[in-house]
């Protein structure tokens, strides 16, 4: 399998997992800890975000071949942690992105062309997942250069 479509593949098992992370949370949140809806979606979302985050950066995204970081002074300690909180940053905005490019879809299939909401499921599950995971494909992990 090329390695585009095997990141792809890993990128829709992460999101499966993401999204069962979401469900679980959300429904845990509302039915024991009797928290408000909206509430309990914001918190499953970001639990979900953090949990597709790690996944990604060290399974789908990975660089193959990229050397471990060694122990060593701290500088290099806090300069792994920065990179990995750029990239978060980056990872957070391109989630968001995709929220919104799903909120915009389920807003247009209901209120204006007033379709099911099955639509809009539909069409959100064909164009929102390729747009995100070319966004962490090129934008959010894509290799450093090099420094030479």
């Known amino acids: 399998m090329s390695t585009l479509l095997h990141r792809l593949a890993r990128f829709a098992v992460v999101g499966l997992l993401a999204t069962a992370t979401h469900t679980g949370i959300f429904t845990l949140a509302i039915e024991v800890g009797h928290i408000e809806p909206v509430t309990a979606n914001a918190v499953a979302f970001s639990v979900a975000v953090l949990i597709g985050f790690v996944l990604n950066r060290h399974w789908t995204f990975a660089a193959p071949g990229r050397p471990k970081p060694r122990n060593g002074p701290p500088r290099g300690v806090w300069g792994a ?27 247009f299939v209901t209120h204006i062309a007033r379709w099911s909401p099955y639509v809009g499921l539909v069409l959100a599950l064909l164009i929102v997942p390729p747009i995100t995971f070319a966004l ?3 934008w959010v992990f894509r290799p450093r250069p090099s420094r030479s």
């Open 136 to 138: 962490n494909q090129y």
């Open 81 to 107: 942690f920065s990179a990995a909180q750029g990239r978060l940053w980056r990872y957070i905005a391109g989630a968001l992105a995709g929220l919104g490019i799903n909120s915009a879809i389920m807003y």
